[in-house]
């Protein structure tokens, strides 16, 4: 079981690199993250703004942090 799990970590590293790397570049830098955004941004439902690649990144980032917990644990 542990050899299984540890291969599906494997695929979802590899997965995870693939999605980070294909998504586009922004050109705000740190900028968004002190203040950049306006009170209408945090207002509205973030979730629906995400493109797909983003929200396949949320989703596989979570599964990749719940095996690697998992490969610790076990």
Do not use: E, P, Y
Request: some cysteine; charged content about 10%.
């Amino acid at each position: 079981m542990k050899t299984a799990l540890a291969i599906v970590h494997i695929l979802l590293c590899l997965v995870l690199i693939s999605v980070v790397l294909m998504q586009h570049r922004k050109q705000g830098g740190f900028g968004g993250l002190f203040g950049g955004g306006s009170q209408a941004d945090v207002s509205s439902n973030q979730w629906q703004r995400f493109t797909a690649l983003t929200k396949i990144t949320v989703v596989v980032t979570v599964l990749f942090m719940l095996t690697s917990v998992v490969l610790v644990v076990s």
